[in-house]
């Protein structure tokens, strides 16, 4: 009668990312409860230590790949990848985070726990090869973020960005459901390895259970027509969370109210495990009913691409107009999706990679620069920033380069390595489309430069104070990085096209 | 009588399910849902679902929409307006609305052929013990991961709610 | 098929009709109770010993004036104590009184229905209880009464959980959710019930189910929804006659519900403390002897004259009963209700100890209370039951 | 007497999706949205007992189970949400929460 309960040993290493941030996180709620002191760095450096040892885990976990827990986790190159990433996505958001906390008298414990926690269930939908597992990662993920969205309670706009991004990501997290009880009733089973292996080898029906739809349809029936609905439905629930057209609506008001740490934070790691989930569903999972998800993902991508873009250009909020320029961002990488290759998932990961270090380093200058209670957000307080500033400005020229797509940038390559693994599988007009849309972009991202180096100092400016140690090696890791991606692709190139080369 | 009952329960759950959407007052809408969870649980026990169906009722009916009543007698809130809509919605919703249903509907339908049919007593595989083996040996990591949700659910909950930054 | 719907239906006859009249006299016996503890008589009046009283109170209560107050909200008004009352009264369904008994040649179980999931079905039924109190306040449209159920949902809530993991302990123990086989698993006598069984007794457990049993059915020392000295009379202060009525008897229909479960889950239900060759089916002949004897004696000696015929009579149906305990054909099923019935009735008789002995908690008491302390408790036994469970396997 | 059709218990669930989907886009009130919110999890609920019970398989139960586990994390982050956006504004109409503009 009694099971062995225990898991095996393997098991928990190639758990131990998320098993150490949890870890930290109840430790961290522990700590400010005996601490009794409600706002303290020890909370960040805490944090830090704990991210830290969770990417060392991480790496160890790749020394032994292979499934765990019954198949429900996979950790292979892209798992390790997006587990990286969003590990030192939140490194980078704890260092931006000091000053800003400081400033608003919030550096608790809860805000670092809340942190942690949410970067483990980004951890867990990177690893995830199991619908429920994901769906889990996705919700744990996703509250922890709705409250610290809503962090700052006594901020009109942050309430309102935490309802909106609650509200609607609930009623897309059903949509996400839905999509998963119809693939249960077409395969018979939610595993991503199963459900692949049920759509391989349909006409044997064994890999499907018996009373699955695949069996009882007997081929008379066009099941990709359901396999078409249950994607779509999937899609829709992380076309959400990657702020992917027609799913967008949320983002700028979200990105807008939310605290600028957040906000960075926000467009970057979930952004990253979304996508690491749409791999793994979309290119491994329903790759043999790709042409039913096709066309899908090919408008999706390029009404991102457009409606990002053209909202940036009337954006005044510069929190607002980046917010756009990352659905626009978003669209660039539903192109290399639709592309349907290795080399597709490899540019993928390469761009949400570069992507994350400028995106990131962007929003903490904007929260730098604005002040206590977030009141600079304006593109004219950018105005004179390279005369009083000019480390700042230097950086955040790097990044807004980066964001343009501009070469010895890593954004240069990120998109270079989308149209080319799209033009390689025949998208033409998408490319055509996309690069159409670079160009565009290129006006708002230019508007902010030539105001920060052509204009007299704004009241923001002047009043900006200098540089805190930790937002500066924020900044400063992530321009190098930004740069080092530019000029070195090779080294991070050669790994996401070995882990997409491995996925299938 | 296992259609009966089935078509017994499915007509309050959607009669309640339409309650819930055509009600201007939130408490009204609420006891609704309530109709629609216990209609709910009624059909789950005639597939078989025993314990999820208790389940529905602890966890949906006697806490969810507690905490939803709770909530809405302590903002003392009142029947919604019903001027200031936005006339978009109301044009494009409802076709686009009914298009979706009709979709999703034929869609559901095509998924089984008509002789797939379900009646009380076919699966006995729902009970608390068959649900708990697998929840603690399959489910293991799921499970784990939920606790950490529940967690943070609380810590949420705490960090917004509480009375004083201080 | 056909028995097997007549005996349902006698038995919904007799269940329901001995649990409305036993609801109506645990009014009478919680006021003698009550009144014995402020050294008083109580009911006196009507009948012998004020016997009749309950049936007073029923006619008092039908030909009160119905009244509907203006302002509320007229359906969920209605609809609240008819609640109430339905929820209350389902738990009775799935609760055993007693083990299998043969009537006329046709087997049969003393419980209208048994479900695997009968301790889920009792919690959830309790769980939904509090939508009774919470509508009644929130439609009477005072303040009050939405204070009253405010309070009233929170407190029911928060003492959900650690009842529910007080419930869980025994069922580790026992390995079943039916409410029959939980009886079955601690036949044997005392020290095979759950409250006292190794490895690890449940007596905490079964402390920790009594005092938010209490709050659950929003007695004293938790009844601080009727509050009557800060809040009227609390969720139902817009209610009379009957509708009233039904939230009073929905109050002691949980009771008796709480009891019942604390009999089956912790007390070895219908089964005697000690086995019947140790003589304990005499028990029950002894103490009714014993009642009718003293009742004698006082008869003769009576305190006042009108106790002078009604103390033998009372003393000789006593000694029937102790003489109908001996009969053999009946004890069968007549020693299990008494074992049931005595178990119940001393829980029952604990609510009103407490009731005539406690103060009321403060509201923030309250809720620490059972968040500070019943809810780490409970939790800290269901872990140490688990781990000595796993480990004796 | 006679079994239901698995396609009506299916149907049936699409019916109460998108009555929770009307829900979200119609009502104004936030609470009422929410509440379309959970309606929609029970439609999925109910067809992952349906499967479960075509398949013969346990899990659909499992899985409609975690789904309840998320949705009471779920209501009790977005009622906190809801009562810190009612302290603010002293609404509950979702209109009238739109402070930010293009």
């Known amino acids: 009668m009694p099971v062995d309960l225990m898991p095996a040993s393997a098991d928990l290493i190639r758990l131990l990312p998320e098993i150490v941030l949890t870890l930290m996180g109840t430790l961290l709620m522990v700590l400010a409860a005996i601490l009794r002191k409600r706002s303290s760095n020890a909370y960040g450096n805490l944090s830090i230590a704990a991210l830290l040892a969770a990417l060392g885990a991480a790496v160890y976990a790749y020394t032994r790949q292979g499934p765990a827990f019954g198949n429900m986790l996979v950790v292979d190159g892209l798992a390790t990848f997006f587990r990286a990433l969003v590990i030192v996505v939140g490194i980078l958001t704890v260092l931006a985070s000091y000053r800003f906390l400081r400033r608003q008298g919030a550096e608790t414990g809860e805000y670092h726990a809340l942190l942690l926690f949410s970067i483990a269930g980004q951890c867990l939908m990177a690893a995830a090869n199991d619908l429920i597992v994901v769906f889990i990662g996705l919700e744990i993920s996703s509250l922890a973020s709705y409250v610290m969205v809503g962090y700052l309670r006594d901020d009109k706009r942050a309430n309102e960005a935490a309802l909106k991004y609650f509200l609607l990501g609930s009623f897309a997290t059903a949509f996400f459901l839905y999509g998963v009880a119809l693939v249960y009733g077409i395969t018979g089973t939610i595993n991503l390895s199963g459900v692949r292996a049920a759509l391989t080898a349909p006409e044997s029906c064994l890999q499907a259970g018996a009373g699955s739809v695949l069996c009882v349809q007997n081929w008379l029936a066009p099941w990709p027509i359901f396999l078409g609905v249950a994607a779509a439905l999937l899609f829709v629930g992380l076309g959400f969370k990657v702020s992917a057209a027609p799913f967008q609506i949320w983002a700028p008001d979200v990105y807008q109210g939310a605290p600028s740490p957040v906000t960075a934070f926000l467009s970057t790691g979930p952004k990253a495990a979304a996508f690491a989930v749409f791999l793994r569903i979309f290119m491994s999972a329903f790759e043999p009913g790709g042409a039913a998800w096709e066309p899908l993902v090919w408008f999706s991508a390029l009404a991102s691409m457009t409606i990002g873009n053209f909202a940036a250009l009337r954006q005044s909020n510069v929190k607002r107009m980046l917010a756009y320029s990352s659905i626009a961002h978003a669209g660039y990488v539903l192109v290399a999706l639709t592309a349907r290759s290795a080399d597709g998932a490899a540019a993928v990961m390469f761009y949400l990679g570069a992507y994350a270090f400028m995106n990131i380093g962007a929003f903490a200058v904007v929260g730098h620069l604005a002040g206590k209670g977030e009141r600079y957000q304006d593109i004219e307080d950018f105005g004179g920033l390279g005369q009083k500033q000019p480390l700042t400005a230097a950086m955040l020229t790097i990044f807004l380069l980066s964001l343009i797509g501009v070469p010895l940038t890593g954004g240069f390559f990120g998109k270079f390595y989308i149209f080319k693994a799209a033009l390689e599988s025949h998208l033409v007009w998408l490319t055509v489309l996309g690069l159409l849309n670079s160009a565009v972009a290129a006006y708002y991202y230019l508007r902010v430069l030539v105001m920060m180096y052509f204009r007299e100092p704004s009241q923001a400016a002047i009043e900006a104070e200098p540089l805190r140690p930790g937002l500066r090696a924020a900044l400063l890791v992530s321009a190098v990085a930004t740069l080092f991606l530019g000029i070195f692709p090779n080294w991070v190139l050669d790994f996401s096209n070995k882990s997409a080369a491995m996925m299938k | 009588m296992d259609v009966v009952i089935f078509l017994i329960f499915a007509i309050i759950a959607v009669a309640c399910a339409i309650n819930v959407v055509v009600q201007t007052h939130p408490i009204s809408s609420a006891i609704s849902l309530v109709g629609v969870m216990g209609s709910l649980a009624v059909i789950y026990l005639l597939l078989g679902a025993e314990f999820i169906a208790a389940a529905q009722v602890i966890v949906y009916a006697g806490a969810i929409m507690v905490l939803f009543v709770f909530v809405i007698m302590l903002l003392n809130a009142g029947a919604e307006a019903t001027k200031g809509r936005a006339p978009m919605a109301h044009l494009l919703g409802p076709p686009l609305l009914a298009a979706f249903l009709g979709i999703l509907a034929f869609v559901v339908r095509r998924l089984f052929p008509r002789e797939y049919t379900a009646h009380f007593g076919g699966f006995t595989h729902g009970t608390a013990k068959d649900v708990g083996r697998a929840l603690f040996t399959t489910y293991l990591l799921p499970f784990e991961a939920a606790s950490v949700l529940i967690l943070i659910a609380i810590i949420g909950a705490v960090v917004l709610a509480r009375k004083e930054m201080d | 098929m056909d028995s097997f719907i007549v005996i349902s239906v006698v038995k919904a006859v007799v269940v329901f009709g001995a649990l409305l009249t036993a609801l109506a006299y645990l009014q009478w016996v919680e006021r003698k109770v009550i009144a014995h503890i402020q050294v008083r008589p109580g009911p006196y009046r009507v009948g012998p010993h004020g016997l009749l009283q309950p049936v007073a109170d029923i006619v008092k209560l039908i030909t009160k004036e119905d009244l509907s107050p203006p302002f509320v909200n007229k359906t969920l008004y209605l609809a609240a104590p008819f609640l109430a009352m339905t929820l209350a009264l389902m738990s009775i369904c799935v609760i055993p009184f007693g083990p299998a008994i043969r009537v006329g040649g046709v087997q049969t179980w003393m419980q209208l229905t048994d479900l695997n999931i009968g301790v889920l079905f009792v919690l959830a039924v309790s769980s939904i209880g509090v939508y009774g109190i919470a509508l009644a306040g929130w439609s009477s449209n005072n303040k009050y009464a939405l204070l009253g159920s405010l309070r009233s949902s929170a407190q029911m809530i928060s003492y959900e959980l650690p009842l529910s993991l007080a419930i869980a302990s025994p069922l580790l123990l026992s390995n079943t959710l039916s409410l029959r086989l939980l009886v079955d698993s601690q036949a044997g006598g005392a020290w095979r019930w759950n409250a006292l069984r190794g490895p690890f007794p449940q007596i905490f457990a079964f402390v920790i189910f009594l005092i938010a049993a209490f709050a659950e059915c929003n007695r004293v020392p938790f009844d601080l929804p009727e509050a009557e000295n800060e809040l009227v009379a609390g969720f139902h202060t817009e209610y009379s006659s009957m509708k009233f009525a039904s939230f009073f008897m929905s109050e002691y229909a949980n009771m008796i519900t709480v009891s019942c479960m604390a009999t089956l889950l912790f007390l070895g239900g219908w089964d005697a403390p000690w086995p019947a060759r140790y003589g304990s089916s005499l028990v029950p002949t002894v103490l009714l002897a014993g009642a009718g004897l003293m009742a004698l004696y006082h008869g003769i000696h009576p305190w006042r004259r009108r106790d002078r015929y009604s103390l033998p009579a009372a003393g000789a149906v006593f000694l029937l009963a102790a003489a109908v305990f001996l009969l053999p054909a009946v004890q069968s099923w007549l020693m299990p209700l008494f074992w049931f019935g005595a178990k119940v009735g001393s829980i029952l008789f604990a609510f009103m100890w407490v009731r005539g002995t406690l103060p009321r908690l403060r509201y923030d008491q309250l809720m620490g209370f059972a968040w500070k302390y019943l809810f780490p408790a409970a939790m800290l036994n269901l872990l140490l039951t688990g781990f000595l469970v796993a480990w004796g396997s | ?102």
């Open chain 4, 1 to 102: 007497m006679g079994s239901v059709p698995i396609s009506w218990f299916l149907t049936l669930s699409a019916v109460l999706f998108a009555l929770g989907v009307a829900g979200f886009l119609f009502r104004r009130s936030i609470i009422t949205v929410f509440m379309s919110i959970e309606l929609m999890l029970n439609a999925v609920n109910l067809s992952f007992v349906t499967f479960s019970y075509q398949l013969k398989k346990v899990d659909g139960h499992l899985f409609s189970f975690f789904v309840m586990v998320v949705a009471a994390a779920e209501a009790a982050v977005g009622l906190a949400i809801i009562l810190t956006v009612f302290r603010n504004r002293k609404t509950l109409n979702i209109d009238d929460v739109s402070s930010m503009k293009d």
